[in-house]
C-alpha cells in the first residue's frame, strides 16, 4: 500500500509562474479595494467591477504555466498516494499533471450561479459578463471564496491531513492560515517539509524539516529525495 502524502500549497508556488500576489507589495490587488473586488457586499454593490477584476485575474492564469515546482509533484504520485491542497484559484497543479486536488478558495476558471452553490460551469476561454446566468435564472459570478464567506472544502482537508503519513507545505509559512491550522490535525509524528524562502524564526513541529528556498528550486529537491527513500 502507498503511503499518504498531503501537499499545502500557497501564492508561493505560482508567483514564480508569473502569478502575483495580493499580499505582497506590488501584488496584483494593489490599488483595488478588497471590500470592492472579493466580499460579497462588493458583489451586492457593484458586480460588473468584480467580474471585470476576476475576468483580468482569469487572463493571467491562462497566460501562466506550471513551473518545475508544480511539475514535480505529479512524479510523486508514481510512489505515493498524492493528494494536493490549495489556497491558490488558479489550475496550475492541474495542467501540471496532479489527480487529487482540493481548492480552499476556489477555482478562478469555473464560474457558479449565485443562487446555488453546486452549480459549477466551466469557462473554459470564456469569461464572465453581466447577463450570464445558471440554469436556475441567476447571475453567474467567479467560483472563489470571498472574504467573510464559508470554506466548504476545509472539512475535507482536515481529514486527508489527519490521515498523512507525509506532509508538505510550499508557498506558505506554517504560521499563515488555513495552512498553520491544517498541519495541526497532522499526526505529530509524521515528517513534515516546509519549503518557502522566509521560514519564521521559532516554528517548532515534531520531525520538521525546512528548506529556505523558492519552490521551483527547493520542490524538486525535495521530491527527488523522497522518490529515493526506499524506507
Not at 490599488?31 to 477584476?53: C, H, K, Q, S
Request: overall charge negative.
Amino acid at each position: 500500500m502507498k503511503k499518504k502524502i498531503v501537499i499545502l500549497t500557497g501564492a508561493g508556488i505560482s508567483q514564480e509562474s508569473g502569478i502575483a500576489t495580493f499580499r505582497d507589495a506590488g501584488g496584483l490587488w494593489e490599488g483595488f479595494d478588497i471590500e470592492e473586488v472579493a466580499t460579497p457586499r462588493g458583489w451586492t454593490r457593484n458586480p460588473e467591477l468584480v467580474l471585470d477584476f476576476y475576468n483580468q485575474r482569469r487572463k493571467n492564469v491562462r497566460e501562466a504555466q506550471p513551473n518545475a515546482a508544480h511539475l514535480a509533484l505529479k512524479k510523486l504520485e508514481k510512489k505515493f498516494e498524492t493528494h494536493i491542497i490549495t489556497q491558490n484559484i488558479d489550475d496550475l497543479h492541474e495542467r501540471a499533471g496532479s489527480s487529487n486536488i482540493i481548492h480552499l478558495h476556489g477555482e478562478i476558471m469555473k464560474a457558479r450561479s449565485n443562487v446555488d452553490e453546486n452549480l459549477l460551469y466551466d469557462l473554459g476561454d470564456e469569461d464572465i459578463k453581466i447577463g450570464d446566468r445558471c440554469k436556475k435564472g441567476s447571475q453567474l459570478r467567479p467560483h472563489v471564496v470571498w472574504f467573510g464567506e464559508d470554506v466548504p472544502m476545509m472539512e475535507e482537508a482536515i481529514l486527508k491531513v489527519a490521515d498523512a503519513d507525509i506532509i508538505m507545505v510550499i508557498g506558505t509559512s506554517m504560521v499563515v492560515y488555513p495552512a498553520a491550522g491544517l498541519v495541526n490535525f497532522a499526526n505529530p509524528y509524521i515528517p513534515k517539509y516546509v519549503i518557502d524562502p522566509v521560514i519564521p524564526e521559532g516554528l517548532y513541529q515534531k520531525n520538521l524539516t525546512t528548506i529556505a528556498k523558492k519552490a521551483g528550486e527547493g520542490v524538486p529537491e525535495v521530491v527527488e529525495m523522497l522518490m529515493g527513500d526506499n524506507q
